[in-house]
């Protein structure tokens, strides 16, 4: 089942992210997934503002991880924050041991995660951000699983 929503500004796409983000738990493995500036970043920023993850909340584009620690209800949770852009082939994927992140008691988000297939079935969701023309943005929200 899919839910779409329509965005007018970056701030309610973090909206729709703190919305979506406060259902997920640890050990779920999200895939975000749109061309570059349809807001994948600006979705992310959101989710870590659900987890108060206090760090600085970049793109991991050129470290393919950044790791954010927070918090949900009093329980600590460590939010694991990949981007797949640079990556080209799924070896040079395997021997980052992407496949032992997605396996452990952590909570991922994988941007360019569809870049992958081999791995669409370890995803408990799938966010896709579309330009809907001008400043708005189609969010796709799929859950697939847990």
Not at 94 to 112: H, I, N, Q, R
Request: glycine letters at 10%; charged letters at 25%; proline letters at 3%.
């Amino acid at each position: 089942m899919s839910e779409v929503y329509l965005s007018r500004s970056p701030e309610e796409t973090r909206e729709y992210a703190r919305r979506f983000a406060s259902g997920l738990r640890p050990g779920e493995a999200v895939s975000l997934c749109g061309q570059l500036g349809a807001g994948k970043t600006v979705f992310m920023r959101g989710i870590t503002e659900v987890f108060n993850c206090q760090d600085q909340l970049s793109s991991p584009t050129f470290s393919l991880l950044n790791i954010y620690h927070g918090s949900l209800k009093g329980e600590e949770v460590t939010l694991h924050h990949f981007d797949l852009y640079r990556i080209k082939t799924i070896q040079e994927l395997a021997a980052t041991g992407f496949d032992e992140y997605l396996s452990g008691a952590y909570l991922a988000v994988v941007e360019w995660g569809d870049r992958f297939p081999e791995f669409a079935g370890r995803y408990t969701a799938t966010v896709r951000l579309e330009h809907a023309g001008d400043d708005l943005r189609r969010i796709i929200i799929e859950r697939t699983g847990l």
